[in-house]
Each structure stands twice: as structure tokens, then as C-alpha cells.
């Protein structure tokens, strides 16, 4: 029996397993192999542009791991794409001005002219009418996050689909199963499906991260350093992993328009991963019953949540306190 088993092995699961190993504990993680949303997410660490519908403490929470991340990615010890050059959003339309001021005005960064936008990047469509430069927002490659993960605790990783947790045999478990979480904790944890590209081309095209409203549709475009461009992401409230027609044409669309250089790149990947949402949105984060706690439900932000809910989990299950930090995410508040 070991002290902690953690059951999944995304990269929630992996994050709480390192603090806990490197805290001491004897730590199993039971990986069943199911979709995680890791393997398609983009990266995004934005606590500004992705707290337009959020709560207060959920800001708080993102703001404060969006700190620990330059740590976690160092801590890592290889390459896991962490790039600081920023963010900028941008809208197209009125409208999409309209849409996005509230958010630019809750960061409090200065409105940018077209042609400012176009000097930090030139391969902007001169369709862009306004937008903000976000110096704070920036992107990590999940892939290699976890990928980095899986070799630093691949002694404590188990190939084991878990169907019920009185099967799981150690003193603590903590669920981090995703949308996996649901069946095997009863907590309200719903699939949203999204749709995600990945083009190829040589490097250099665009230096940030770019998260637009574009005719009315939300797209952001992500470059990393070896010339793959991920685009994201439709938001759907359904379970299939189809990629459909209308969803890659969106995407598309408002990619090109946004940056019409992206014809020329390569269309290499196509894919589905389901984020992990819950009634509020806000991640299940605590004690469950005395033997399970949760970590689960981190909806869009999954990469960005992380690092700090492998400090507050680990902190959790080795101490027995809940850090103050905690109080709002319980798993029992629905
Ligand atoms: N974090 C971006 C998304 O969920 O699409």
C-alpha cells in the first residue's frame, strides 16, 4: 500500500505528484491512458485574458500560479517551451473592440493603434483595429510539460485504469482524473469539447501569442519557437471527438484573417480534447471525504492552474490544512 496514490496522469496529477515526491511521500500515480486535455491545449498562461466570466478568487489563484510558473518550467530541467514574450490581444470589428474593452480594462494596459500592433508584429491582417500589448500573459508547451513529467517520475507512474476508488489501495487518493472524474467521484465534472489545429512552417512568422476576437469569434494563435502555430479553440457543449468541417473552418477563417500569412503553413494535426468544466467553471480543489481529495474540474485553464495546485494539494494531503487558498474551491460546494 502506498501513502498516496494519484489517480491520473495529466498533468495535474504528474504536478501534484512531483511536490508530493519531492516532499517525501511514497506517491503512485495509477494512469488509466485516457484523453487528456493537456495533449491538445495550447499553453496559454493567462490569467487576464481568460478572466473575463471568472470570480474574484479564481483571479487570485491564476494570477498567483501564473507567478510560480517560470520556477516550474526551470525546475523541470529541460526544455518545456516557456516563452515570455507576451501576449497581445486584438479585436477586428467594433463589436469585437466592444467585446474585449471590459477585459483590457480590468488589466488596465493602454489601448494600442493598429500600426503600434503592427510594429511589435508585423504579420498582422491590417484588419486589426485595436487591441492590447499583455506582457504578462505568456505560453509553455504542454507536451513537453508532460512529457518532461513522465521522465522525472516514471518509477512512480503504473499503467492501471481505475473503474472505482475502493479499488485503489493506499491511505490517500487524490482524483485527478480530468472529466474521468465525474464517474468515479460522483462530483459534476462535464466534457467541453474543443477543436484544436496545429500548423507547421518555417520560424519566425510571429514572435506572440495571439488571442483575438475576429468578426465575432474567439481564436487565439500560439507560435512556438520551432514553427508550429497552434490555433484555438471552439468551446462546445458536447462529448464526440469529431472534428467537423464547420469547426476547422472557423478556426481557420478567423486564423487567416487575423494573420494571413498562416495560409502558407502547413495544416499537420487536427484534434479533439475535451476540457473538464464544472457548474461554475472554477476547479474542485480539497478534501472530498478523509480519504479522497480532488483535484480536478480546471476547466480552461488546466496548464495554467498547475503549479499551484500541486503546492496547495500536496500541502493538503502531507499536512492536513487547507491553505486559506482553498476555501472557495471546495469539491463539496455544489
Ligand atoms: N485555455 C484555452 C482553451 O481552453 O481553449
Given at each position: 500500500m502506498s501513502d498516496v496514490a494519484i489517480v491520473g496522469g495529466g498533468i495535474i496529477g504528474l504536478s501534484v505528484a512531483l511536490r508530493l515526491v519531492q516532499r517525501g511521500a511514497d506517491v503512485t500515480v495509477l494512469d488509466g491512458g485516457d484523453?487528456?486535455?493537456?495533449?491538445?491545449?495550447?499553453?496559454?498562461?493567462?490569467?487576464?485574458?481568460?478572466?473575463?466570466?471568472?470570480?474574484?478568487?479564481?483571479?487570485?489563484?491564476?494570477?498567483?500560479?501564473?507567478?510560480?510558473?517560470?520556477?516550474?518550467?526551470?525546475?523541470?530541467?529541460?526544455?518545456?517551451?516557456?516563452?515570455?514574450?507576451?501576449?497581445?490581444?486584438?479585436?477586428?470589428?467594433?463589436?469585437?473592440v466592444a467585446e474585449r474593452r471590459r477585459v483590457w480594462a480590468r488589466q488596465q494596459l493602454p489601448l494600442l493603434r493598429p500600426s503600434e500592433l503592427r510594429a511589435l508584429e508585423p504579420a498582422l491582417s491590417p484588419r486589426v483595429r485595436a487591441g492590447v500589448f499583455a506582457p504578462r500573459e505568456r505560453q509553455v508547451d504542454p507536451r513537453r510539460v508532460v512529457g518532461a513529467l513522465r521522465e522525472r517520475l516514471s518509477d512512480r507512474i503504473v499503467p492501471k485504469r481505475v473503474e472505482s476508488l475502493s479499488d485503489v489501495d493506499a491511505r490517500t487518493v487524490v482524483v485527478a482524473a480530468g472529466c474521468g472524474t465525474a464517474a468515479l467521484t460522483g462530483l459534476p465534472v462535464r466534457p467541453v469539447k474543443g477543436q484544436v489545429l496545429r500548423l507547421r512552417g518555417e520560424p519566425g512568422l510571429l514572435r506572440h501569442v495571439l488571442d483575438a476576437a475576429v468578426d465575432g469569434r474567439e481564436v487565439y494563435v500560439v507560435p512556438r519557437a520551432d514553427g508550429e502555430v497552434v490555433v484555438g479553440a471552439t468551446q462546445e457543449e458536447r462529448t464526440?471527438?469529431?472534428?467537423?468541417?464547420?469547426?476547422?473552418?472557423?478556426?481557420?477563417?478567423?486564423?487567416?484573417?487575423?494573420v494571413p500569412g498562416?495560409?502558407?503553413?502547413?495544416?499537420?494535426?487536427?484534434?479533439?480534447?475535451?476540457r473538464p468544466g464544472t457548474p461554475d467553471n472554477a476547479p474542485l480543489l480539497g478534501r472530498l471525504d478523509d480519504r479522497v481529495v480532488v483535484a480536478a474540474g480546471h476547466f480552461r485553464n488546466g496548464i495554467l492552474l498547475a503549479p499551484v495546485t500541486a503546492d496547495l494539494v500536496a500541502g493538503l494531503v502531507l499536512t492536513g490544512e487547507a491553505d486559506p487558498a482553498l476555501?472557495?474551491?471546495?469539491?463539496r460546494r455544489f
Open positions: 484523453e487528456g486535455a493537456w495533449q491538445v491545449a495550447a499553453g496559454m498562461l493567462a490569467p487576464g485574458g481568460e478572466s473575463e466570466h471568472e470570480d474574484p478568487a479564481l483571479i487570485r489563484l491564476m494570477e498567483r500560479s501564473a507567478e510560480l510558473w517560470p520556477g516550474f518550467a526551470a525546475e523541470l530541467g529541460v526544455e518545456v517551451g516557456y516563452d515570455d514574450t507576451g501576449t497581445l490581444s486584438l479585436a477586428t470589428t467594433a463589436d469585437d464526440d471527438r469529431l472534428v467537423t468541417a464547420g469547426g476547422v473552418a472557423d478556426l481557420l477563417r478567423a486564423a487567416i484573417d487575423l498562416l495560409a502558407e503553413l502547413e495544416l499537420a494535426e487536427t484534434t479533439v480534447g475535451h476555501a472557495d474551491f471546495s469539491p
